[in-house]
């Protein structure tokens, strides 16, 4: 015992450690030439709240893939990013907004009460449950159902040709990937009846016993199926991660198999992964149609963090300066995003997405030239509600991810399916916007959780049908 215990602070030691070196890294970053020393001081208030987030989840909180994936999200996109981004520019920020100092200051001072209030949520809800915490706790067996596997195979397989004909008609028009969009009738088809063949999968990766062999066959077979309704021309990346993230911790979990490991791992995938897969997803076509080969991949690298895939930071003060002279929302976005089925022949006063609302007003007062940004979490809140919407928001998402957890460990595969992808999609989510991110995230989870309802549905018409003849 004694051995075991010098083993595990010996663990917890280096651990904290890492979080000692990587904070005095970013808080020396911020001596940025030309950026005034208050707005410094925010950043270190920032890193230090974030440093403490980090330190507590690689030596004290329970296995957790979401939580690791917001303390991931905080370093990438609210201190990483815009220190770059101010590195490189100190008059305008990425989204051709000029740099004010009181607004950066109040930016980063409700990012860092939003970090309060999400951890002060997350650890105040997990102390009323009961459930397991570990790694060696979770569920990675479940008995195979020949019935759920043939509907699912069924299902994705006719969901194929209409993936393959929306992908052609996509690419003989060059208008793949135009801009993002919540139509129903696209939403049924794109992120409910293509989301089958990933289901399919995840099922069948998670659904065996130990001493079944996986079909190395079958494998590829549905792989390629996947592919076939979720690839580069019919989704954006955003969309692709939580897909194939996900399926690569059902089919080797071990590689996440702790904190520190997950932490690593999404570090890995946005630093190095995500950059490559833009060589895809944001190729340049020329007049003929061709790929241009102009890339330069380490120069893709370099400016990865000062495009505007990283325009979250510098949209919240765009957000505060749309409130000082247009006022608050009201709690107008999120309920657009909470009713995003809604058709707008209905609704006809149905509020835009936040991201399209402040690139409107940036492009008729700043010098940005397309609406299609991104509106993270922070920003949402408080465009609907100020200071008391961020609040409210970390702390609704300190519940979520708690309740993501939860469903980690159950004993349904299709809770847990949903418990992994939804995990990876808070990436999305927090970048928002809100409107879509729901939208696409509803769609999911129905493609995902319809299977378990059919089958109560089906056990209960059974029951029902022998009771009546016996």
Not at 75 to 94: G, H, M, N, R, S
Not at 96 to 115: Q, R, W, Y
Request: net charge positive; with cysteine; hydrophobic share 55%.
């Amino acid at each position: 015992m004694k051995l075991i215990a010098q083993k595990i602070s010996s663990v917890n030691l280096i651990k904290s450690t890492l979080v000692c070196l990587l904070s005095i890294v970013l808080l020396a970053y911020v001596f940025v030439p030309g950026v005034p020393a208050p707005i410094k001081l925010s950043f270190y208030l920032v890193i230090i709240i974030w440093s403490l987030i980090l330190w507590d989840y690689l030596v004290l909180s329970r296995y957790s893939i979401a939580h690791g994936v917001v303390i991931t999200f905080v370093l990438l996109f609210y201190i990483l990013a815009p220190l770059i981004q101010l590195t490189q520019d100190t008059e305008y920020l990425v989204n051709t907004m000029k740099l004010d100092e009181s607004i950066v200051i109040k930016t980063n001072l409700l990012i860092a009460l939003f970090c309060v209030f999400y951890i002060l949520a997350y650890k105040l809800y997990q102390r009323n449950l009961t459930t397991k915490s570990g790694y060696s706790d979770l569920a990675l067996e479940f008995t195979f159902n020949r019935w759920l596997f043939g509907i699912l195979l069924a299902i994705s397989v006719l969901a194929v040709p209409l993936a393959i004909k929306e992908a052609i008609g996509l690419v003989s028009n060059f208008s793949f990937l135009e801009e993002e969009s919540v139509d129903p009738l696209r939403l049924i088809r794109f992120k409910f009846f293509f989301m089958f063949p990933f289901v399919l999968a995840s099922y069948y990766l998670i659904s065996r016993s130990k001493r079944e062999q996986r079909s190395i066959f079958l494998i590829v077979v549905l792989i390629l199926l996947v592919m076939a309704t979720k690839n580069f021309i019919l989704d954006r990346r955003n969309a692709l991660g939580p897909v194939y993230l996900s399926l690569v911790f059902f089919g080797w979990p071990r590689i996440l198999k702790n904190n520190l490991r997950i932490f690593g791992f999404w570090v890995m995938v946005l630093v190095i992964l995500f950059p490559l897969s833009s060589l895809l997803t944001h190729a340049q076509f020329d007049n003929i149609g061709t790929v241009e080969e102009d890339f330069e991949f380490t120069e893709l690298i370099g400016s990865h963090f000062s495009d505007l895939h990283y325009d979250a930071w510098s949209n919240i003060p765009a957000a505060i300066d749309y409130t000082d002279k247009n006022g608050f929302q009201n709690g107008s976005q999120i309920t657009g995003g909470l009713l995003f089925f809604v058709p707008r022949s209905i609704w006809n006063s149905k509020p835009n997405s936040s991201g399209q609302l402040l690139g409107d007003y940036l492009i008729n007062s700043q010098f940005l030239w397309f609406n299609n940004i991104s509106a993270t979490i922070v920003l949402e809140g408080y465009l609907d509600f100020g200071v008391w919407g961020v609040l409210l928001f970390g702390a609704i998402l300190g519940f979520s991810v708690v309740r993501l957890d939860v469903l980690l460990y159950s004993r349904n595969p299709f809770a847990k399916i949903f418990a992994v992808y939804a995990a990876v999609f808070l990436f999305y989510l927090m970048r928002g916007s809100l409107l879509t991110a729901i939208a696409y995230l509803s769609g999911a989870y129905m493609a995902i959780m319809i299977m378990p309802v059919l089958m109560k549905f089906f056990r209960l018409v059974n029951k029902t049908y022998f009771s009546q003849n016996q």
